[in-house]
C-alpha cells in the first residue's frame, strides 16, 4: 500500500528510484505515507506478535532436531520491518560551491541544469502516460460491455473503478504538474467534464450515454498521445 501510493502520488526523477514531488501535492503525501505507515507498523508487530508461537510449533514438530540458534529474536524480526521517507531538495544549477576553476563551475552548474530539464520532461511525460492508460482502457471496456437481458447476463461487465479511477487520476494532476502546464490543467478538467458525469451505473444502462463517454475519452486518448509526439 505505501510504495503503491508513494508511486502514485509522485513522479519518476532519477533512476535510483527517487521520484519528485510538488510542493501542492506536499501535504497530501505526508498524510498518505503517515497513514500507510502506521498500518505497516501495526501488521508487523502483529507478524512480531505471533513468533513465539510459530517457534514452539516448530519444537514440537522437529523434537530433537530443533535449534534455538536457528531462530532469530523478535527484537532482530521487528527490526528488518520499517518504512523511511526522505525528502531531499532539487539541486540548482548556480548552487555548486566546491572550490573548482571557473570553467568548470560553469561545466557542472550546466550538466545539473541539462539532467533537471530531462528528468522534468519524464516526469510530465509519465502524466500523460497515466493518462492515456485510464483513456484507452475506460473506451476499451465501455465498448466492449454488453448488456443483459431478461435471460442473459450482462457481458464483459466493467468495474466501478473504471470511472472512479479517472476521477482520482483528475483531482491528482493538479499536484503533480510540477511545471504549471496549462494542456495538463485543461485536461484534467476534461477528464472530469467528459469522462466521471455519468456513475457506473449509468454506463451500465445507458447506451447512448455509454457511447458519448467511449467517443470522449477517445477524443481524450488522442489528445494525450499528441502531448507525447
Not at 531462530?71 to 527490526?79: G, H, L, N, Q, S
Not at 494532476?173 to 457506473?200: R, Y
Request: hydrophobic letters at 40%; a neutral charge; proline letters at 4%.
Amino acid at each position: 500500500t505505501a510504495r503503491k501510493g508513494h508511486k502514485f502520488l509522485t513522479l519518476p526523477w532519477q533512476d535510483d528510484g527517487t521520484r519528485i514531488l510538488s510542493i501542492t501535492g506536499y501535504e497530501h503525501y505526508t498524510q498518505a505515507m503517515k497513514h500507510a505507515q502506521r498500518g505497516f507498523e501495526a501488521a508487523a508487530n502483529e507478524f512480531v506478535k505471533g513468533l513465539p508461537q510459530c517457534i514452539q510449533e516448530a519444537k514440537a514438530r522437529l523434537g530433537t532436531m530443533f535449534n534455538q540458534d536457528d531462530y532469530p529474536t523478535a527484537d532482530d524480526v521487528r527490526a528488518k520491518f520499517y518504512i523511511d521517507v526522505e525528502m531531499k531538495p532539487i539541486p540548482e544549477a548556480g548552487d555548486f560551491r566546491a572550490k573548482l576553476t571557473t570553467e568548470a563551475v560553469k561545466a557542472i552548474s550546466q550538466d545539473i541544469e541539462n539532467r533537471c530539464n530531462a528528468r522534468v520532461e519524464t516526469a510530465m511525460q509519465d502524466i500523460f502516460q497515466r493518462v492515456i492508460a485510464v483513456t484507452a482502457k475506460m473506451s476499451d471496456r465501455l465498448r466492449a460491455f454488453e448488456p443483459g437481458a431478461e435471460t442473459t447476463p450482462a457481458k464483459n461487465v466493467f468495474r466501478d473503478t473504471l470511472v472512479s479511477n479517472v476521477a482520482e487520476l483528475a483531482d491528482l494532476i493538479p499536484s503533480l504538474n510540477i511545471t504549471g502546464n496549462p494542456k495538463l490543467d485543461a485536461l484534467a478538467k476534461q477528464l472530469k467534464d467528459d469522462l466521471v458525469e455519468h456513475s457506473p451505473e449509468v454506463l451500465r444502462t445507458d447506451a447512448r450515454a455509454r457511447k458519448r463517454t467511449a467517443d470522449a475519452a477517445d477524443r481524450l486518448l488522442k489528445k494525450a498521445k499528441q502531448f507525447l509526439a
